[in-house]
């Protein structure tokens, strides 16, 4: 495909219609991605409608573009417009690695260069922590070893239409299996392969779609399929158990259960965060949001103790097995949320590191009240969201803790996605 023609996304239906901007087409010059990997820019030259003072936001391209886009939604001084071309191409763009980019709706910069994705992970990091005062802190990210078929899991979606559907979609044809599609359609994007997925994963695609094809005849129903890799081969079972191997760990996990599913760079974020826990000489450890164990049993060899505490019963089952078949008899783990864990060590703060990695919402203002009253040495905090790090982040600093760092990782190369991991220190 050629690099300087991306993608475009389908047509839609103009909306507000009574907009007179909607459905004009306009040069644009992009300066920047936004966090979601959609262009900013403003229109060429002189316009009506107040145009000349609009921003205008157009996916699938570069800042240093110039491009040529429809507008479909004009509300206030924000313009939306597809991309029908780039006029003048961004040196940073290059070919997309999958012929359905800019359809579907998985990835958002397959078009920009690896290094220059490393660049806008670092500045969306450090943009969300400006606020906060932490911007200076935050190191430039780092790479996955691999930017294509890192993925070891997979959770295609599909829907199969009812018989009381238009011709054409009765009961019995072949639905759409893979993931939403990109822009404002709702509407599934059939994925035979995914180039982000290990070559395991992409192996066992195709029978996977070839079996949902077949028990979905006659039935309406959407569901999500899912396909898991690690060391112990590939399923499609969410209930089989999956074993995975990091550094030394062995460890295993129902395939449902969350673990982070880039296996190749797993590893160094995993080094980072214990070396975080272990910079203050504490001698307990205490993982919140602990799944099914990894940071804990990582760290256990360099800690006197380690206690985790996981909402999900399941994961902490998988957990003390782990412990066990790893033979670390100093690591305890609790069922319950992650608050809950501080009343069994109240009085160890000033021994203790605290290991934090929430969802992608953050942490429970609860928690971080009852974290902050334990007062550990150091708090290592992970997050898959740099706005919601930002504040948490800032939580902890009025209570008296200094940040010390902060590190992005592309945990996920082609996607708007960072992983970032923050240490702290009790003043």
Not at 276 to 296: K, M, N, P, Q, R
Not at 392 to 397: F, G, R
């Amino acid at each position: 495909m050629d690099p300087e023609t991306p993608p475009l996304t389908a047509p839609a239906r103009l909306d507000p219609p009574g907009s007179t901007l909607v459905g004009r087409e306009l040069d644009v010059v992009i300066h920047a991605l936004d966090a979601t990997g959609t262009g900013v820019g403003a229109a060429a030259g002189i316009a009506p409608d107040g145009l000349a003072e609009s921003v205008v936001l157009v996916p699938f391209t570069l800042p240093g573009e110039h491009v040529r886009a429809r507008v479909w939604r004009a509300r206030g001084r924000e313009v939306a417009a597809d991309l029908l071309g780039v006029t003048r191409p961004s040196p940073a763009r290059v070919a997309p690695g999958c012929a359905l980019f800019g359809t579907c709706g998985g990835c958002q910069v397959q078009h920009l260069a690896p290094s220059a994705q490393l660049a806008w992970k670092t500045a969306l990091v450090r943009a969300a922590l400006d606020p906060v005062g932490l911007a200076a802190l935050v190191r430039d990210c780092i790479p996955s070893p691999r930017v294509y078929g890192y993925r070891s899991k997979l959770t295609p979606h599909y829907e199969v239409p009812h018989k009381r559907d238009p011709p054409g979609a009765g009961a019995g044809a072949a639905p759409a299996i893979g993931f939403l599609r990109a822009g404002r359609r709702h509407a599934l994007v059939d994925v035979p392969r995914c180039p982000l997925a290990t070559d395991g994963v992409n192996a066992a695609l195709p029978a996977l779609r070839a079996a949902a094809h077949e028990a979905a005849r006659g039935r309406r129903r959407g569901a999500s399929l899912l396909l898991r890799e690690g060391a112990s081969g590939v399923t499609s079972d969410p209930d089989a158990r999956v074993v995975e191997r990091v550094g030394t760990l062995s460890l295993e996990f129902a395939a449902r259960e969350f673990f982070q599913n880039n296996p190749f760079l797993l590893p160094a974020l995993v080094d980072f965060v214990i070396d975080g826990a272990v910079s203050t000489g504490a001698t307990l450890l205490v993982d919140t949001y602990s799944g099914s164990g990894l940071f804990a049993l990582a760290a256990a060899r360099r800690f006197r103790r380690v206690l985790g505490v996981e909402v999900s019963a399941a994961a902490v089952a998988a957990a003390r097995a782990n412990a066990v078949a790893n033979g670390l008899g100093n690591v305890a783990f609790l069922a319950a949320p992650a608050a809950h864990i501080f009343a069994s060590v109240l009085d160890e703060g000033p021994d203790a590191a605290v290991i934090v990695d929430p969802p992608r919402k953050g942490a429970d203002p609860s928690f971080l009240d009852q974290l902050v009253t334990f007062a550990p040495r150091s708090v290592v905090y992970v997050s898959c969201n740099p706005e919601t790090a930002a504040r948490d982040l800032a939580h902890l600093a009025a209570a008296g803790f200094t940040v010390v760092t902060v590190q992005p990782f592309d945990m996920f190369p082609q996607t708007r996605h960072v992983e970032s991991v923050t240490v702290l220190h009790r003043v």
